[in-house]
């Protein structure tokens, strides 16, 4: 993920691991407030969905937009996931 982002590759610069009030986000571009989580096998238990729901609903009151990626996505079809990010950069 971090080489489709790193560079100002989709024009705008991302951070790996940036620090969001009380959360440290997997990539976020503070330009145009937009956070990408990537999310392991971890994240599929009923317990870790209602974190990351909060955790999202905390970036989104704060003015982030929350992109949230399977992580099996972004070894399988990359190209789908940049899609999905071109489409918010440019809807």
Same mark, same amino acid.
């Given at each position: =993920? +971090?080489? *489709?982002?790193? $560079?100002?590759?989709? /024009?705008?610069?991302?951070?790996?691991? !940036?620090? @969001?009030?009380?959360?440290?986000? $997997?990539?976020?571009?503070?330009?145009?407030? *937009?956070? @990408?989580?990537? $999310?392991?096998?971890?994240? /599929?238990?009923?317990?870790?969905?209602?974190? $990351?729901? =909060?955790?999202?609903?905390?970036?989104?009151? !704060?003015? +982030?937009?929350?992109? /949230?990626?399977?992580?099996? !996505?972004?070894?399988?079809? *990359?190209?789908?996931?940049?899609?999905? @990010? +071109?489409?918010?950069?440019?809807?």
């Amino acid at each position: =993920m +971090w080489s *489709l982002l790193r $560079d100002r590759r989709l /024009r705008y610069k991302f951070r790996r691991e !940036h620090p @969001i009030g009380k959360f440290v986000v $997997d990539f976020a571009c503070p330009t145009i407030h *937009l956070v @990408i989580e990537v $999310d392991g096998p971890s994240h /599929r238990t009923e317990e870790q969905r209602a974190f $990351d729901k =909060m955790r999202t609903d905390y970036l989104e009151q !704060h003015g +982030w937009r929350v992109l /949230r990626v399977p992580n099996d !996505h972004v070894y399988q079809s *990359l190209g789908d996931v940049e899609a999905a @990010i +071109w489409a918010i950069l440019e809807p």
